[in-house]
């Protein structure tokens, strides 16, 4: 290989290969380009994704607004915050506007007072100068800025932190129960053959018709005389038998080898080994989707809670969140903020068992 050639083949290996991107995206099966109708679904899809996680982004982004901010209109997408000036003979930092002068002058000015359409206005390097300016002829001066105190003052004020982890508590541990229970009854209504199995899953099915408005009243009855009112385990065990969870785990086994089973019946194995080593390792797929729904329902869940718990240090994040709403004034900006903290474990589960989504709901057979 000559010396040209060498340098002439190092310099196409280093040269950047220019449309790689574009030629990936307008490339099809078969070597064609992109027809209209695929730049119709990337549009589509495209639309779809803003309308799922645009209101997703304008809350994180009003989260780190001040209550002042979420009340301007028109509402802004970043978090801008009015820029306040110290000026001399005043106890407070005074805001600062981009004022137009009768001449077309522009000027920067502090607001004092404002009385209806007329704001008195001082130059902060003068401020023995006051001016009365019309509010129109005025434009705020904001810069970007973060309003953590939105997460902080909550945690630390308003005991938030003792409602997360009330939430926690009750997710992780109706959700193993649910887990626990649903699955025992499912393996005991797909795996053993008796009469009456298919009689006993349609009544089960068939409390899905039930209004949760017409158990609530005996629900809290039975929950009231075993004493767990304003107690975690009032807002726990009265929902862990769920039949969604009972008829997803039971389409899922119906799909098991019945031969698995009667091998290892044959090795004497006994129905709790069947149950712990064998079913339950092969559904954790659908384990997984109920796990999913089962966290999703608890962290969200606030009619139940609401009813059951009466004291503060008992509250759900849910509850908390009720919370910062007065009858005359509500907090937007900590509401928000705490919400965004309450989506984020759910956020982080899923993210984890996704995965599992599509193969245990096709296996099962749920729509």
């Known amino acids: 290989m000559t010396t040209e050639t060498a340098a002439s083949t190092t310099g196409q290996g280093r040269a950047p290969q220019k449309g790689v991107l574009m030629g ?38 009003s989260s780190f607004k001040t209550q002042a901010g979420l009340q301007e209109f028109p509402p802004t997408f970043l978090p801008l915050s009015q820029v306040t000036v110290e000026v001399e003979g005043n ?5 600062l506007f981009r004022v137009t002068m009768e001449d077309g002058s522009v000027r920067e000015l502090a607001e004092v007072r404002r009385i209806g359409i007329v704001a008195t206005m001082i130059d902060p390097a003068n401020p023995d100068e006051r001016l009365s300016v019309p509010i129109d002829a005025r434009e705020p001066i904001r810069e970007f800025q973060l309003a953590t105190e939105n997460y902080t003052t909550p945690l630390e004020q308003f005991e938030f932190g003792r409602y997360l982890w009330n939430s926690v508590f009750v997710t992780v541990i109706a959700t193993i129960i649910t887990l626990v229970i649903n699955s025992m009854a499912a393996f005991a209504l797909s795996i053993y053959e008796f ?10 099915i068939s409390t899905l018709m039930i209004p949760i408005t017409i158990v609530l009243v005996p629900t809290y009855v039975v929950v009231a005389s075993l004493g767990m009112v304003n107690s975690l385990w009032g807002v726990i065990i009265p929902g862990a038998a769920t039949p ?23 090795d004497k194995a006994s129905e709790w080994q069947i149950y712990w080593r064998i079913v339950l390792p092969l559904s954790l797929p659908a384990l997984a989707v109920l796990a999913i729904f089962s966290i999703m329902w608890r962290w969200n869940d606030f009619l139940w809670p609401l009813i059951v718990l009466n004291q503060t240090e008992v509250y759900t994040l849910q509850l908390g969140l009720n919370a910062f709403q007065g009858e005359l004034n509500t907090q937007w900006n ?31 057979g749920m729509k």
């Open 334 to 364: 900590y509401v928000l903020a705490m919400t965004v903290v309450t989506l984020l474990p759910v956020a982080l589960v899923f993210a984890f068992l996704q995965r599992f989504i599509t193969t245990g709901i096709a296996s099962s």
């Open 244 to 266: 969604t969870g009972v008829f997803l785990l039971r389409q899922y086994m119906l799909t098991l080898p019945k031969e698995l089973i009667e091998a290892a019946r044959m």
């Open 24 to 61: 990936f995206l307008t490339r099809r099966r078969g070597g064609k380009r992109l027809h209209w109708t695929d730049w119709a679904t990337y549009a589509y899809l495209a639309f779809g994704i803003l309308l799922m996680f645009g209101p997703i982004v304008w809350l994180l982004m």
């Open 195 to 204: 009469k009456g199995r298919n009689l006993a899953m349609g009544f089960i």
């Open 91 to 95: 106890a407070r930092p005074l805001p």
